[in-house]
């Protein structure tokens, strides 16, 4: 069965840092890969969007990376700040339909 | 835009009976997700349109969940009759194309 899977336990990073997140998949076949934030008591933000095709993208302080051979996304937050803080999810596409399969999250908290 | 407008934001409800989440999209976009969040299972698809015919139902977990979308500023998703494991947080989602998505702020629906 298709999976997607994200570091349950919560990272804590130490504020200007860089915090490095990942996402694995198996039995996918994604067309792209999307990353969002998600704040307590509030939905999923977007935040960034990479397709099977690209290695990397960069948005401001976040840089994505995708490996289809690994089956692997990194998410990286550079520079880290306390409003950094939050839960972050990863989500596959397929190539049929426009449905969205989300990982469970990985939440961080940035220290000042 | 004001956008994604999801309706009531908290719902408490006793078990058998109905409830209608309700749900404005972006004006413009042609896709409309209904998810449900809860620890346990993490962010998961119920239900998509697009241009207001559903496409994919099969995460709807059975009869007692229906969902309409009878124009493209509206849609609900009605669950009859309410049980306790229904309680979640239901988001609803709009998108155009193969951009990221744009979530409401939920519903938290607690069963008793």
């Known amino acids: 069965s298709q999976k997607i899977e994200q570091n349950s336990e919560a990272l804590n990073i130490q504020e200007g840092k860089t915090a490095t997140l990942t996402c694995n998949y198996t039995?996918?076949?994604?067309?792209?890969l999307q990353w969002y934030r998600q704040d307590p008591g509030r939905g999923p933000v977007f935040l960034l969007l990479?397709?099977?095709?690209?290695k990397e993208k960069r948005k401001e302080r976040l840089k994505v990376t995708f490996d289809t051979t690994l089956k692997q996304s990194l998410f990286h937050i550079t520079a880290s700040q306390p409003a950094d803080s939050a839960t972050y999810l990863c989500?596959?596409?397929?190539?049929?339909?426009?449905?969205?399969?989300f990982g469970g999250g990985t939440r961080v908290l940035v220290k000042p | 835009d004001a956008g994604v407008i999801q309706s009531p934001r908290h719902e408490v409800t006793e078990m058998g009976q109905e409830v209608t989440l309700r749900c404005k999209p972006i004006?413009?976009?042609?896709?409309l997700f209904w998810y449900r969040q809860t620890m346990m299972r993490g962010l998961e698809l119920l239900i998509y349109?697009?241009?207001?015919?559903?496409?994919?139902d099969s995460g709807m977990p059975e009869d007692r969940f229906s969902a309409k979308m009878p124009n493209a500023s509206f849609s609900t998703l009605k669950i009859q009759p309410s049980e306790p494991r229904d309680s979640a947080v239901y988001f609803c989602?709009?998108?155009?194309?193969?951009?990221?998505?744009?979530f409401g702020s939920g519903t938290r629906l607690t069963v008793v």
């Open positions: 989602a709009s998108t155009t194309g193969t951009y990221g998505y744009t």
């Open positions: 039995n996918y076949s994604p067309a792209y």
């Open positions: 990479i397709r099977e095709n690209e």
């Open positions: 989500a596959l596409r397929g190539y049929a339909g426009n449905k969205l399969t």
């Open positions: 004006s413009g976009h042609d896709y």
């Open positions: 349109f697009n241009n207001n015919v559903p496409i994919d």
